[in-house]
C-alpha cells in the first residue's frame, strides 16, 4: 500500500525566501511528526500532530518555522526567511494512533537546500 | 536530558560475518529503545524494539537485548547479508513521550 508520500523530493531556495514542503501521512494514521536531519546527524523532532491539533511542538527551532494540519491528514511544514542552517533533510512520519507501541511509517524525506 | 550515542561507522563487514553496532543511551526515566534502518533510496524503518529492561528485540536476524545497567541497546547478527547493507540508527523515546531521541547513525556496507 502507500507508504508516507514527501513533496517535493528536493528543494533549493534562496536565503531569505519562504518554503512549504509538503508531507501526505498513510490513510488513516492520526498521528504524524516532523523531523530535520542535519548532514552526519540522526534526526532530530521539530513537531508532533495529534489529528488536526500540534499536540507537541517543542522541537520548532524558532518562530520562523510552523505547520499546520488543517484537515487531520496531509501537513505543510512552513518556513519563513530562510537561512543557511536550515539546509538539512526534512522527515515526516505518521503512525496509527501515536505513543510508544505505534511504529512510525517515515517518507523519504524532502532536501532542503539554502543558498 | 535524553540522548544517544552509538558507534561511529562506517562499517564495512564481508558476507556471512558478525555484526555488533553499539549504542548506550542517557535517560531521565524508563525508555522504550528502538532500532530504525533505512535502506538506500527508502525511509526510515522501524527494524525492532524493546520497552523495558532485559527485553530482546529481533527482527530479520537482527537482535538487541536492552541492558539497563550498561545503559546499552547494541545491534548484533550473526551472518550479515549485502541486502544488510544500510545505515543503522538507534533511538529512545521516554513513556509518555511524544518524540524519538535518534543517534547519529551508523552506515553499514556488506560486501560479497
Known amino acids: 500500500g502507500a507508504g508516507v508520500s514527501q513533496t517535493p523530493s528536493n528543494k533549493v531556495t534562496e536565503k531569505g525566501k519562504y518554503v512549504e514542503l509538503r508531507c501526505d501521512p498513510i490513510?488513516?494514521?492520526?498521528?504524524l511528526y516532523w523531523y530535520r536531519q542535519s548532514l552526519g546527524q540522526g534526526p532530530e523532532f521539530l513537531i508532533y500532530?495529534?489529528?488536526?491539533?500540534?499536540?507537541?511542538d517543542s522541537g520548532l527551532p524558532n518562530d520562523r518555522f510552523f505547520a499546520v494540519r488543517p484537515e487531520g491528514s496531509v501537513s505543510t511544514l512552513k518556513i519563513q526567511r530562510t537561512e543557511r542552517g536550515d539546509s538539512a533533510v526534512y522527515l515526516c512520519?505518521?503512525?496509527?494512533?501515536?505513543?510508544?507501541?505505534?511504529?512510525?511509517?517515515f517518507g523519504n524525506g524532502t532536501r532542503l537546500t539554502v543558498t | 536530558g535524553n540522548s544517544v550515542t552509538q558507534m561511529e561507522g562506517p562499517v564495512t563487514l564481508s558476507e556471512e560475518a558478525f555484526l555488533t553496532i553499539n549504542c548506550t543511551y542517557t535517560?531521565?526515566?524508563?525508555?522504550?529503545l528502538f532500532w530504525y534502518v533505512q535502506y538506500p533510496g527508502e525511509g526510515l524503518q522501524l527494524l525492532l524494539k524493546?520497552?523495558?529492561?532485559?527485553d530482546k528485540g529481533s527482527n530479520k536476524g537482527f537482535e538487541a537485548t536492552y541492558r539497563k545497567e550498561t545503559t546499552s541497546f547494541h545491534l548484533e547478527k550473526g551472518s550479515v547479508q549485502v541486502s544488510d547493507s544500510a545505515v543503522y540508527f538507534c533511538?529512545?523515546?521516554?513513556?509518555?513521550?511524544?518524540?524519538?531521541?535518534f543517534g547519529t547513525g551508523t552506515r553499514l556496507t556488506v560486501i560479497p
Open positions: 524493546a520497552t523495558k529492561a532485559d
Open positions: 490513510s488513516g494514521h492520526t498521528a
Open positions: 500532530f495529534q489529528g488536526t491539533g500540534a499536540a507537541d
Open positions: 533511538a529512545l523515546t521516554e513513556t509518555g513521550a511524544n518524540n524519538l531521541f
Open positions: 535517560a531521565t526515566g524508563y525508555p522504550s
Open positions: 512520519a505518521s503512525s496509527i494512533q501515536g505513543g510508544n507501541n505505534s511504529p512510525l511509517h
